[in-house]
């Protein structure tokens, strides 16, 4: 038997976008929490954390919080969604978060940051290859420009570039970019939360680390009140809390404007940095943290077609 269903009145809002420009500025803030949270990463990981763990930090991330979020959900993904919870999960964390730890141990905290900033260019072009989208010149510009501007505040005369931490950056971006991307593309299945979804990919992640952690690193010594403290941090408001927030705004949210919001956690890192140390920022800086805040904003809004301005003249 063949069902048919009638399309939604011109009038009514897309059930997936926020209902009002209100609406989706407070979506977007709530959404900008875990690129933010993100962006603490750094200085927990060289200040906090056992050195040379990359993966065991990344399972520590996942894993637990991924069981505390089926806990909290109760509800375990149906037919397709086992293998595409999988997928989703091995790439948003399963190879983003060792990748990401590898990068923070064997580069500068700036120089990781510039590779990972380089993810809302890799988002839209793979919205193209994925979403069939058509290319936007204006997020795909002002995805550059926060590129140019997180290098102007991160990158200094010392910043090394080591090959391997290299690599791990730009394959880091490129997990999560191709995640973002699939996410959107499959989207989240009808009653289940986005806590839920976060638990299925947190969960699926961690699971992804067990065997190659356990085989390549083992459990570091010296894990430490300090150690603790930090898996915990990453692991709650790194973990379950900002990936449901990031999710729940996925869903709603336009992909690369989405993905610029990543563009917060090298600016949350360098300010960290600032508080810690006591440092100042040179005037080139403070003209490349407010690019990379330009860029981030900039992103946020859809310019009107050219047609849309040529019929309300």
């Known amino acids: 038997m063949t069902t048919t269903t009638a399309p939604p009145a011109p009038s009514a809002p897309s059930p997936s976008a926020p209902a009002t420009a209100a609406g989706r500025a407070g979506l977007t803030l709530a959404t900008a929490f875990a690129p933010a949270v993100w962006g603490t990463t750094y200085v927990v990981t060289t200040e906090l954390l056992p ?14 919080a991924g069981l505390l979020g089926l806990l909290v959900a109760r509800t375990l993904p149906r037919g397709a969604w086992w ?3 999988g997928v989703l999960g091995a790439l948003n964390v399963g190879v983003f978060f060792p ?7 064997r580069l500068p905290g700036g120089v990781a940051a510039t590779l990972g900033a380089s993810q809302p260019i890799l988002v839209a072009f793979l919205a193209v290859l994925i979403l069939s989208e058509r290319l936007s010149p204006w997020r795909l510009g002002w995805g550059v420009v926060g590129v140019v501007g997180v290098g102007l505040v ?29 996410t959107k593309r499959w989207g989240r ?3 289940v939360s986005a806590v839920g979804f976060a638990g299925w990919q947190l969960t699926a992640g961690g699971l992804v680390l067990v065997v190659p952690t356990l085989l390549v690193e083992g459990v570091p010594g010296g894990i430490d009140g300090q150690a603790v403290a930090g898996y915990v941090w990453l692991g709650t408001a790194g973990g379950l809390v900002a990936y449901t927030l990031w999710f729940r705004g996925l869903r709603s949210l336009p992909v690369t404007a989405t993905a610029l919001l990543g563009l917060l956690s090298p600016l ?3 300010v960290l ?7 100042t920022l040179a005037p080139l800086q403070l003209l490349g943290f407010a690019l990379a805040l330009a860029a981030l904003a900039a992103g946020q809004i859809t310019p009107a077609s050219r047609s849309s301005r040529s019929s309300s003249s």
């Open 268 to 270: 949350v890192a360098t």
């Open 83 to 85: 293998w595409k919870a």
């Open 154 to 182: 991160v990158l200094g005369p010392g910043a090394a570039f080591d090959p391997l931490g290299i690599a791990a950056g730009l394959g880091g971006a490129a997990a999560m970019g191709t995640g973002v991307v699939l």
């Open 273 to 279: 940095g600032v508080l810690l140390s006591g440092e």
């Open 99 to 105: 990748l990401l730890f590898l990068a923070a141990e």
């Open 189 to 191: 299945p009808e009653g």
């Open 51 to 64: 050195p040379d763990a990359p993966l065991f930090a990344g399972l520590m991330r996942a894993l637990p």
